[in-house]
């Protein structure tokens, strides 16, 4: 299972962080990645890492503002969102799976969390 949290309302141009917590499958032995989904559009991938070496992919609309990081130890990975903007307005999932360049696809993915919402306000 994959629980996240951390989601809630932030002001444009604020930060945030998303926590995800990993329980049933060995932690070690899948990669982790964040999507989100807004209203009216189809799920997005955010960023992936990978758990052998810690290599990381970020999709272009948040290049630059999110970090992904993972903790082994506590089996939980998580998402820092600087400088947000209201686009980034959207339910955040984490998933297991395979991190590689086509970390976007959601086939990708054998576990799926129950989302949290995260509001951008202007």
């Known amino acids: 299972q994959l629980q996240a949290f951390g989601g809630g309302l932030v002001q444009t141009g604020g930060s945030l962080r998303l926590s995800c917590a990993a329980s049933g499958f060995s932690f070690a032995d899948y990669d982790l990645a964040w999507f989100r989904q807004a209203p009216g559009k189809e799920r997005e991938g955010v960023s992936c890492i990978s758990s052998s070496d810690g290599t990381s992919y970020y999709g272009d609309s948040v290049k630059g503002r999110f970090t992904i990081s993972s903790d082994n130890v506590k089996n939980t990975v998580y998402l820092q969102m600087n400088s947000v903007e209201h686009e980034d307005t959207a339910v955040y999932y984490c998933?297991?799976?395979?991190?590689?360049?086509?970390?976007?696809?959601?086939?990708?993915?054998?576990?799926w969390g129950q989302g949290t919402q995260v509001t951008v306000s202007s």
């Open positions: 998933a297991a799976g395979t991190c590689d360049s086509w970390f976007y696809q959601l086939d990708q993915y054998d576990y």
